[in-house]
């Protein structure tokens, strides 16, 4: 079991930045896969950007290139999210996510809200 906890969402103004944390408890292994998820009102949920625990490569949404950063601590096992040049349609609920198919394992965080004015 995996238990995953985001913090860090809130309102910003279009341009400000904002730092979403993720800290992940339970069985953790050196090959799991971390991610950021987000969905926004009547959208399907879309990944954001993903790490692996083991080399930190990362991937990111065409969407968010350029303006989001994803970075893990193995030691504290946390993923975060800096997210830069917010834009409105940056708007959703971001979720932190773990997996690993080898095991079977895919767990997600509650969720936390981010919302940007224009």
């Known amino acids: 079991q995996v238990q995953l906890v985001e913090s860090g969402g809130g309102l910003v103004q279009a341009g400000g930045s904002l730092r979403l944390s993720c800290v992940a408890s339970g069985t953790i292994f050196s090959s799991d896969v971390m991610a950021w998820y987000r969905q926004a009102p009547g959208k399907q949920r879309e990944l954001v950007a993903s790490?692996?625990?083991?080399?930190?490569?990362?991937n990111y949404a065409d969407s968010v290139k350029g303006r989001f950063t994803i970075s893990r601590d193995n030691v504290k096992n946390t993923v975060d999210l800096q997210m830069n040049s917010l834009k409105p349609e940056d708007t959703a609920v971001y979720l932190c996510?773990?997996?690993?198919?080898?095991?079977?394992?895919?767990?997600w965080g509650q969720g936390t809200q981010v919302t940007v004015s224009s």
């Open positions: 790490i692996t625990r083991a080399g930190g490569s990362s």
């Open positions: 996510n773990l997996q690993n198919p080898v095991y079977g394992k895919n767990y």
